[in-house]
Nanobody, 128 residues
Framework: QVQLAESGGGLVQPGDSLRLSCAQSEVIAGFTLEYYAVGWFRQAAGKEREAVSCINRMNGDSYYADSVKGRFTIARDNAKNMIYLDMSGLKSDDTAVYYC?????????????????WGQGTQVTVSS
């Protein structure tokens, strides 16, 4: 069982930047997040969960939803066992609960069904 914990959400104004973090609360059998494909997803009130970004295990290749390309960046910090989502140029449409998800796979996916482990989410609200 991989337990994930998101942090960094909050209330920001349009155009602001924010960094979300995804931490692994317990390392089991030595498998840190480096060994998992990780994705970020979000769910706005009254809407379905949608993909934001994902990053492959090991090689760090990353992928983004069209709605966030050029504004969001996903990154690994293996030394800290963290996954980050750097968000800039935030818009009101980015308001949602953001979730990180992990799967013991080599290649990440922008499909939520591909992930076995999920965090509890962190709220991001973009409002003036």
């Amino acid at each position: 069982q991989v337990q994930l914990a998101e942090s960094g959400g909050g209330l920001v104004q349009p155009g602001d930047s924010l960094r979300l973090s995804c931490a692994q609360s317990e390392v089991i059998a030595g498998f840190t997040l480096e060994y998992y494909a990780v994705g970020w997803f979000r769910q706005a009130a009254g809407k379905e969960r949608e993909a934001v970004s994902c990053i492959n295990r090991m090689n760090g290749d990353s992928y983004y939803a069209d709605s966030v390309k050029g504004r969001f960046t996903i990154a690994r910090d293996n030394a800290k066992n963290m996954i980050y989502l750097d968000m800039s140029g935030l818009k009101s449409d980015d308001t949602a609960v953001y979730y990180c998800a992990a799967d013991f796979s080599r290649v990440c996916s922008l499909e939520s069904d591909a992930y076995e482990y999920w965090g509890q989410g962190t709220q991001v609200t973009v409002s003036s």
